[in-house]
DNA sequence: CATTTCACCTGGTGGC
DNA sequence: TGCCACCAGGTGAAAT
């Protein structure tokens, strides 16, 4: 389901939510690949420990823990691959299906992780072991004008592979990759280090755009993603070309096109973008 | 190393 | 109603 703007939208909502609180107990499902940490350290890891904050960190949810309910000593590393969910729910709740964790707080609310697909990840690391979660890719909010050309220098792949490489910029997925190619007018097949550094000023500058407004919309409910208070996000109908195949472009008219690159659905308009 | 392809999963949709 | 093909917000391993 879920990049930047949508993670971010859930991070808000559970540190709203659950801050302060303590994990008095944990359940989790017998999935294996759900869990990067075995299931058994990070719920000896989790239990009993304080949630001091919640933040994302490109398209991950990091949790800040701590044992003595002051300084931070571990992390809890969420990500939530395609379908994953983050709820925040009343213990009476039905429990939905798919759900793989189930962190029962001492407020007597309960955070339950959510994935039908299974392409999410849980990770515990304690920070006496081992160092601190870092995104390996720059924050695309963040990143400046100079640091952001010089990711694409020498890159032959299209823009829009190298703007999903979450090692270059971490938080860009499907959606947003095509949305803010969209916007700066660019080819989703260009190859990277073939455009102008004044293309890549506009296609930054897009990226911003679209992510901050997106973030203001609360994300986008393309199918079933949901906030973690269950609510839908309303970008999806700011879409110029994403999902809009055969669709009019909203500037020119011309019918949007979709075709396949990098192994994903991809959205553009001939006429607009060159 | 850079790049591309594919497997990993379940569920929804639309055609016949 | 059933069956089947195809599609879906992501990524990491394997192949090229």
Redesign the pocket.
Same mark, same amino acid.
Not at 154 to 158: E, L, T
Not at 262 to 265: L, N, Q, S
């Given at each position: %389901?879920?990049?930047l703007p949508?993670v971010e939208t859930i991070a808000r909502g559970v540190n709203k939510r659950i801050r302060g609180d303590r994990i008095v107990q944990v359940w989790f499902s017998r999935a294996p690949?759900t869990f990067k940490t075995p299931r058994k350290l990070q719920a000896e890891g989790l239990t009993g420990r304080t949630i001091l904050a919640v933040h994302r960190t490109?398209?991950h949810i990091v949790f800040e823990l701590s044992r003595s309910a002051s300084e931070i000593d571990a992390q809890w590393i969420v990500?939530l +691959? %395609?379908?994953g969910r983050l709820l925040v729910s009343s213990p009476d709740f039905p429990v939905p299906?798919?759900t793989h964790a189930r962190l029962f707080l001492e407020s007597g609310r309960e955070l339950r992780f959510v994935d039908?697909?299974?392409?999410g990840?849980l990770e515990f690391r304690d920070l006496n072991r081992r160092s601190a979660f870092a995104a390996p890719g720059d924050d695309p909010l963040a990143i400046g004008e100079p640091e952001f050309a010089a990711l694409f220098r020498?890159?032959?792949?299209?823009i829009k592979?190298?703007l999903?490489n979450?090692s270059l910029l971490a938080g860009?997925?499907?959606?947003y990759a095509d949305e803010s190619l969209f916007h700066s007018n660019i080819r989703p097949r260009r190859r990277?280090?073939r455009l102008t550094r004044l293309e890549l000023e506009r296609l930054r500058l897009a990226l911003c755009e679209v992510l901050n407004h997106a973030i203001r919309l609360g994300?986008?409910?393309?199918?079933?993603?949901v906030d973690a208070d269950g609510e839908r +996000?309303f970008f999806?109908l700011e879409h110029c070309v994403?999902?809009r195949t055969g669709e009019p472009c909203r500037r020119c008219g011309t019918p949007i096109r979709?075709i396949l690159l990098? +192994?994903?659905?991809t959205h553009y308009c001939p006429n607009c973008q060159r």
């Open positions: %389901m879920p990049e949508e690949q490109g398209k990500h +691959g %395609m379908t299906a798919h039908p697909r299974r392409f990840r020498g890159r032959r792949s299209p592979a190298a999903l979450q860009v997925g499907n959606i990277a280090n994300g986008s409910s393309v199918s079933d993603y +996000g999806q994403y999902q979709r990098a +192994g994903r659905g």
